[in-house]
Structure formats: structure tokens, C-alpha cells
């Protein structure tokens, strides 16, 4: 069974520049989640999308963060603009039904904002 | 908000010994989890326990958990160098919509 995909693996911008992170769930997992995990820190969720309708988005910085979930399986993470503090690994997962499963996490993306 | 505390930070053993990374947390949980991040990798699911449950195993690993403590250890036997990562708790709130509160680990280092 193919994992969580994430692209791109690395990015490097300048502040104030925008970025975005792509992520496509195990083939059947109705759950995905966006993670940043800053350096020396537990992962922290942005994001939680059931299908195509989010869940929970009450820790996304929503003035510079978006993100969707078209057709309820790719989702997309965008920041815009970047700052500095957002340098941070970005991790996305899925899990089969929601709540009580198992998530699976992708590779995530190394985010370097200079 | 950070719910779960892994104790200690930083273990460093030898090749064959035992490690035990503790885990507490604040609130009551539905679940709790561990989890295995190497340098620069994304997370691997180790372990999930129940709320009703005290105890679990899978392979080397074995899991308490003290609902009435609110803490969790993780036990690694006969360990290896290959199991040099860093280990997450992460727990799901009771009656949450599943969203996992990581602590903010224990880097573990298995000497050979």
C-alpha cells in the first residue's frame, strides 16, 4: 500500500514570498491533517479536513494560511506571506475514518524562510 | 497547546539495554500514542492505547498507561542502534475530534 506523498521535499524562499505544499492521502482515507513541526518541538495541527469539509482549522494563522481539499483526496497548504517564523517542517497525514485511527504522516516538506 | 511531557529529554544507552521514555499529560484522553521520528524523517505510528487498557505490546516495544496519573512509559527492550530517533507521545482528547497533541519528545541514542 503506497504511503502519504508529499511534494516538494525541500523549499527554500525569501520572507514575504509564497510557498505551497501538496499532499495526497492513502488511496481511501477520508481524514487528513496538516502538521508544522518547528525544529526541536512536537508536530502541531493546522488543519483537519473530513473529505472535503475542515473539522478543525483552529490553530492555522488563517491571515496567511490556507489550505483546501478538492474532490476530498489531494489537499494543498499554501502560505502567503511567508515569515520567518514559518520556517518549520510541514507534515501531512491521513487516517482511514477520523477520530480514533491511526494516522499515517508523509515524508513533510523542510520549509526555510530566509 | 502541548499536552503531552516526555521524560527524560535525552537517554543515551548502549546497544542491548532497555530504554523507558515517560510520557504525562493534563487531560483525559480517549487514546494515546507513541511515535518514532529519524533525523530529518517524517513519524511512524509505534503503538496506540486505549484509555481502557494498561497495557500493550507489539514486538520489542511495551506500553503502560495510568489514566488515574495520567502518564504513559514507553519500553524499549533489547535495544538497537537502528532505534535511534526521537519518540513522541500524542494523545487524543476525550470526546475531541481526533486531533493528536504531541509532547515535544525524547531523543533517544543507542550506542553500538
Known amino acids: 500500500e503506497a504511503g502519504v506523498a508529499q511534494s516538494p521535499r525541500y523549499k527554500i524562499i525569501e520572507k514575504r514570498q509564497s510557498v505551497a505544499f501538496w499532499c495526497n492521502p492513502i488511496s481511501g482515507h477520508a481524514t487528513l491533517y496538516w502538521y508544522q513541526q518547528i525544529l526541536g518541538q512536537g508536530p502541531k495541527l493546522l488543519i483537519q479536513f473530513q473529505n472535503n469539509g475542515v473539522v478543525d482549522d483552529s490553530q492555522l494563522p488563517k491571515d496567511r494560511f490556507s489550505a483546501e481539499r478538492l474532490k476530498g483526496v489531494d489537499s494543498t497548504l499554501k502560505i502567503q506571506p511567508a515569515k520567518l517564523e514559518d520556517s518549520a517542517v510541514y507534515l501531512c497525514?491521513?487516517?482511514?475514518?477520523?477520530?480514533?485511527?491511526?494516522?499515517?504522516f508523509g515524508p513533510g516538506t523542510r520549509l526555510t524562510v530566509l | 497547546s502541548q499536552q503531552g511531557e516526555e521524560d527524560p529529554q535525552a537517554l543515551s544507552i548502549q546497544e542491548g539495554e532497555n530504554a523507558t521514555m515517560n510520557c504525562s499529560y493534563k487531560t483525559s484522553i480517549n487514546n494515546l500514542q507513541w511515535y518514532r521520528q529519524n533525523s530529518g524523517r517524517g513519524l511512524v505510528h509505534l503503538i496506540l492505547i486505549r484509555s481502557n487498557e494498561r497495557e500493550k505490546h507489539s514486538g520489542r516495544l511495551r506500553v503502560t498507561l495510568d489514566t488515574s496519573k495520567k502518564s504513559s512509559s514507553l519500553l524499549i527492550t533489547a535495544s538497537r542502534a537502528a532505534d535511534t530517533a526521537s519518540y513522541f507521545c500524542a494523545t487524543v482528547r476525550g470526546g475531541s475530534q481526533g486531533n493528536l497533541i504531541f509532547g515535544k519528545g525524547t531523543k533517544l541514542s543507542v550506542k553500538p
Open positions: 497525514a491521513s487516517s482511514l475514518i477520523g477520530a480514533q485511527d491511526t494516522q499515517y
